[in-house]
């Protein structure tokens, strides 16, 4: 394969991160690998409990206070966020360089001041962008009656027009990237549909570079261009959306597409559980409930191996054939 | 009962909140949370109750149940009229409905075990000796998947694939025959969600059960009912047999609901058109269709009456004065 001349834009490479429980040390993530490309969406797909809110708030230099890096980098324009101090985090990446999507449109605003305040209380202390700015970029998201939007108060509005609003202030300080978590989870489809659609608008348009978190592989098929699959902590497979939705290579990728209503008659399930992070199995988190699992698994988590147009997986039964 | 005559009658069913006189100024304003609702329950079958949030399924199913009171219409189980009855003798009588909350988490009080939670439902249903209850309990928790050891844990020893398990097995020791279960896999992963879906399936097969499904999940409803119903602000827009309604979606909202359901198509948002606004943006619509607003197909007729539900295929019945013109303009 020749080398990819664009450079992603956000790099995280070997990412790990822990946790010191009452219970001992929990590892969290597992060497996380992840790339976005400049003016594409990429999805974090995984079920609960596979790790993908702590590589966000890892991302977001917002670990819960136990919570730690220990190996890695994550490189935002060439910068490692994990050798940036707090300050430098709280003043320049959140809500500067990396804009925020939160998953609850109905908790994220305050109800007792207008959505003007809130909006403008963080734009204009990163960037000074001002209320016409504001005003301009509820247009862009499509929000009825934009103009007068900033004094109104959040009841006034519903869960769909609330998750506009946000995404309008993740975007004020014209963002490097946007990390959003599960927008559209709280959404009913209908109004699901048109914040996609909106998203989609402003990647196509703007040349947005979103990092965009879901359980919701249906979302990932619709919305984003390149996906990486977790488990329990570890990235299992990776790669641009048709071909991992065309031809899955990780087991565990192609068992929870199988669980899709799309695919299969059958109600199929993963039979046992996520396992804890106190109590992560060695090696492939994953052999426990893999059928095609083997002695090796126990040992290591195999390394990332190149397939057909940059699909990687994580996965023994790919070993052998690895792209030198 | 004759084999003909259905489980559960519901007759023009209206619940309506507010309107009351406050000390100053206007009364409340009325909100019409069901408006007009005609269904049947067959013994044994599953019958889907889909919408979106606000469109007043769970309305429908508190007011079925008797935890809310209806405005007008009838309610008849096994051929007794059960409505209009003081609110204690209505769940009284209808003590063969049982409802599965949404989240048997909340629902579950976190100081009790298991045992005692499940021997709580029993107790309260007047099962007085201590092994026969004992026995019911230990009967459900198997019919439900868990072992009987599960009697001495706490809800937050548990997954949330186990706790809707318990949820179920806390209505079940009562023998209902009618279970109304409310977004039952909201919340689970997808993994999860399949083992519980066979849980369902298999009791009601096993035990005889009938459900009313009530989920905003289309692709749920699809798995798990024969029927089922749509609804938008408090109405029942469109009904038929699962097949029926997947394949050939009738009302204008049923098909914007069926389309925006994300795909394992890469692409696909391109093609599919969103609805304009959300159900309970602008005035509330109080004559002709509550789609009106949102419809793609509306026509100034649409505004004078409401449709009444018309049988198209045998079962299959949609509520819009356009069912026969719209396949031609779209």
Redesign the interface.
């Known amino acids: 394969m020749t080398p990819n001349p664009v450079t992603p834009l956000l790099d995280v490479r070997n990412l790990s991160v822990s946790a010191g429980t009452d219970e001992g040390e929990a590892k969290i993530l597992d060497r996380v690998n992840l790339a976005l490309m400049p003016g594409s969406i990429h999805g974090v797909v995984g079920?609960?409990g596979c790790g993908k809110s702590t590589l966000m708030r890892a991302i977001l230099g917002i670990l819960p206070q136990r919570g730690r890096a220990t190996e890695g980098h994550i490189l935002l324009g060439g910068r490692d966020l994990l050798k940036l101090s707090a300050a430098v985090l709280q003043s320049e990446v959140r809500g500067g360089q990396i804009g925020f999507i939160p998953q609850d449109p109905y908790q994220a605003f305050n109800p007792v001041f207008r959505v003007g305040t809130q909006l403008l209380e963080t734009s204009r202390s990163k960037t000074g962008s001002g209320r016409a700015d504001i005003i301009a970029l509820l247009k862009s998201v499509q929000l009825p009656d934009a103009e007068s939007a900033l004094d109104r108060y959040p009841h006034q509005f519903?869960?769909?027009?609330r998750q506009r609003l946000l995404i309008a202030a993740a975007l004020a300080s014209s963002p490097a990237i946007v990390v959003a978590d599960e927008p559209t989870t709280a959404l009913?489809?209908?109004?699901?549909?048109?914040i996609?659609?909106v998203l989609?608008g402003l990647a196509e348009e703007r040349g947005l570079s979103m990092l965009f978190v879901t359980?919701?592989?249906?979302?990932v098929?619709?919305?984003c261009d390149t996906v990486t699959v977790m488990y329990a902590g570890q990235t299992v497979e990776s790669g641009p959306?048709?071909h991992v939705?065309a031809a899955p290579l990780h087991p565990y990728t192609r068992?929870?597409?199988a669980?899709?209503?799309?695919?299969g008659a059958e109600?199929?399930?993963?039979p046992g559980?996520v396992p804890s992070p106190l109590r992560a199995p060695s090696g492939c988190r994953f052999h426990p409930r893999c059928p095609s699992a083997r002695s090796e698994c126990r040992a290591a988590h195999p390394p990332r191996t190149e397939h057909a147009d940059k699909q990687n997986v994580q996965c023994v039964l790919y070993a052998a054939d690895v792209m030198a | 009962m004759t084999p003909t005559r259905p489980l559960l009658e519901i007759e023009d069913l209206v619940t309506l909140f507010g309107g009351d006189k406050r000390l100053l100024g206007k009364p409340r304003p009325v909100v019409r949370g069901v408006d007009g609702v005609s269904l049947t329950l067959k013994a044994g079958e599953a019958l889907g109750l889909v919408g979106?949030?606000g469109c007043g399924k769970t309305t429908l199913a508190k007011t079925i149940l008797g935890l809310i009171r209806e405005t007008s219409g009838a309610v008849r189980l096994e051929g007794q009229v059960v409505s209009h009855l003081p609110p204690r003798a209505a769940r009284i009588a209808r003590h063969t409905i049982q409802y599965v909350h949404q989240d048997p988490g909340a629902a579950l009080d976190p100081w009790w075990s298991i045992g005692q939670a499940l021997d709580e439902a029993l107790r309260i249903h007047r099962a007085t000796d201590q092994g026969e209850r004992r026995r019911r309990v230990d009967d459900m928790l198997r019919a439900v998947g868990l072992d009987p050891t599960f009697r001495t844990r706490y809800p937050h020893e548990l997954?949330?694939?186990q706790l809707r398990r318990v949820g179920l097995a806390r209505i079940l020791v009562l023998n209902p025959r009618i279970v109304i279960l409310d977004e039952p896999t909201a919340g689970l992963?997808?993994?999860?969600?399949?083992?519980v879906?066979?849980v369902l399936?298999d009791l009601r097969k096993r035990l005889g059960l009938t459900y009313l499904f009530v989920s905003?999940d289309?692709?749920?409803v699809?798995?798990m009912c024969e029927r089922v119903a749509i609804m938008y602000l408090g109405r029942i827009v469109e009904i038929g047999s699962v097949e029926q309604i997947f394949a050939k979606p009738q009302h204008p909202y049923t098909r914007?609901?069926l389309?925006?359901?994300?795909?394992?198509?890469?692409?696909?948002?391109?093609d599919?058109p969103?609805?304009p606004g959300?159900p309970?943006?602008g005035p509330v619509v109080t004559t002709g269709c509550g789609f009106r607003p949102r419809c793609p197909f509306a026509v100034s007729t649409c505004a004078e009456a409401r449709p009444p539900l018309v049988s198209l295929n045998g079962e299959h019945m949609a509520a819009c004065v356009r069912l026969h013109d719209i396949d031609t303009v779209a």
């Open positions: 079920e609960s519903s869960g769909g027009q009913d489809v209908t109004t699901q549909l048109q996609l659609k989609r359980h919701d592989f249906g979302v098929a619709q919305l959306v048709a939705l068992m929870l597409l669980c899709h209503p799309d695919r109600l199929a399930g993963i559980a | 979106e949030s997954s949330g694939g992963d997808l993994s999860v969600q399949a083992t879906l066979g399936d905003h289309l692709s749920v699809k798995r914007a609901l389309a925006a359901i994300p795909r394992l198509e890469p692409g696909s948002l391109h599919t969103a609805l959300e309970s943006s």
